[in-house]
């Protein structure tokens, strides 16, 4: 579950405890239950209000949490943000040739620490935009490496075409795929 979907969840919780909670349906409740005029019951119905009360505070300070976890997940601290920018710029340094020395001083004023600051006020999510591609990039240059089994390759299109050279096997093979082929 991603970040949103989670926050979509806490806020549909928290719509639905506070529907529950409303100052006008406690009263009625508690006006519903006096009117049975029976001391014992309403009694039981009071503290069944109360408790539920409780365990709605419960609950809502648990997403409470879970809200400020989501937020401070996504939040870089100054700290980090003076660790980015003292530690990344000197390797892209080195990656960059020297026609293009200007382009890294564009990106030094973009990774400035008023900069990222600003744009994590603003909003800015720097996790999603540059942590998620960054290592889904890495992700799929791992697994651009890996050697792939030629011989697997192989053997299917070989049975592929035996498949496709025989009439009655094709229609077995459209069968199992779940297609007619009576045409065939």
Do not use: C, H
């Amino acid at each position: 579950m991603d970040n949103n979907e989670v926050i979509v969840k806490l806020a549909s919780n928290l719509i639905e405890i506070s529907a529950r909670n409303t100052a006008t349906y406690i009263a009625d409740k508690i006006k519903t239950s006096k009117a049975k005029k029976n001391d014992k019951e309403t009694i039981n119905e009071l503290e069944e209000i109360i408790q539920n009360l409780l365990n709605d505070k419960i609950e809502i300070q648990r997403i409470a949490q879970a809200y400020e976890q989501e937020l401070t997940s996504q939040k870089i601290t100054e700290k980090d943000i003076e660790y980015i920018t003292n530690n990344l710029l000197p390797v892209f340094s080195k990656f960059i040739p020297q026609d293009k020395v200007n382009d890294l001083e564009q990106i030094k004023s973009l990774l400035s620490v008023e900069t990222l600051t600003i744009m994590q006020l603003l909003g800015f999510n720097y996790k999603r935009a540059i942590g998620e591609p960054l290592t889904l990039l890495l992700q799929k240059t791992i697994e651009s490496r890996i050697p792939v089994d030629s011989t697997i390759n192989s053997k299917w299109a070989l049975t592929m075409a035996n498949i496709a050279l025989d009439k009655e096997a094709t229609k077995r093979y459209y069968r199992l795929m779940g297609q007619n082929m009576e045409d065939v």
